[in-house]
T-cell receptor, first 112, second 110 residues
Framework: NAGVMQNPRHLVRRRGQEARLRCSPMKGHSHVYWYRQLPEEGLKFMVY????????ESGMPKERFSAEFPKEGPSILRIQQVVRGDSAAYFC??????????FGPGTRLTVL | QKEVEQNSGPLSVPEGAIASLNCTYSDRGSQSFFWYRQYSGKSPELIMF??SNGDKEDGRFTAQLNKASQYVSLLIRDSQPSDSATYLC??????????WGAGTKLIIKP
């Protein structure tokens, strides 16, 4: 049973470009969570999604960031017009219910 | 006001000793409690969860929950250098979403 998969593992973008981060949850998991983590800092919740629905986006910046979890395919975290401050590790977690979360390996985003 | 509190550390423990990590939470309606371990540069890994008051043991790890005092702790017996990591406490709040502590950095000294 494959774990949570994220790709790409490393992503380099120049300022102003778009970044697309993908997350495939564990089989049978319909809850997906995205987190951001800066070096030496804690996890910051961004958004919680179920299939085709955003349940809680209270941690998501109002501009440039969006997330989706379509009926088919992976969840996507999209960052438009990236800035240097967006450089961080982005983790996706999935859950069969809304409690125990299992994390993917993360995507390290570097903005030049 | 933070809802889940952890001492950031670092907590330094000699190899072979017991490491004790603590976490307090503010939501009395919380039902589920989790400990994750995160090595530097890696993603968090679930090590224990506990739902009921008392102790839950899994190998060298013991989770302790006291709902009346609103704290949950993690004990690591016979600490090994490989246990050196940041330990994250997460608590399921009344809305069934996980609230995360900032983590305690644990260093096991050989």
């Amino acid at each position: 049973n494959a774990g949570v998969m994220q790709n790409p593992r490393h992503l380099v973008r120049r300022r102003g470009q778009e970044a697309r981060l993908r997350c495939s949850p564990m089989k049978g998991h319909s809850h997906v969570y995205w987190y951001r983590q800066l070096p030496e800092e804690g996890l910051k919740f961004m958004v919680y999604l179920q299939k085709e629905n955003i349940i809680d986006e209270s941690g998501m910046p109002k501009e440039r960031f969006s997330a989706e979890f379509p009926k088919e395919g992976p969840s996507i975290l999209r960052i438009q017009q990236v800035v240097r401050g967006d450089s961080a590790a982005y983790f996706c977690a999935s859950s069969p219910r809304h409690d125990t979360q299992y994390f993917g390996p993360g995507t390290r985003l570097t903005v030049l | 006001q933070k809802e889940v509190e952890q001492n950031s550390g670092p907590l330094s423990v000699p190899e072979g000793a017991i490491a004790s990590l603590n976490c307090t939470y503010s939501d009395r309606g919380s039902q589920s409690f989790f400990w994750y371990r995160q090595y530097s540069g890696k993603s968090p890994e679930l090590i224990m969860f506990i739902y009921s008051n008392g102790d839950k043991e899994d190998g060298r790890f013991t989770a302790q929950l006291n709902k009346a005092s609103q704290y949950v702790s993690l004990l690591i017996r016979d600490s090994q250098p490989s246990d050196s990591a940041t330990y994250l406490c997460a608590v399921n709040n009344s809305n069934y979403q996980l609230i995360w502590g900032a983590g305690t950095k644990l260093i096991i000294k050989p």
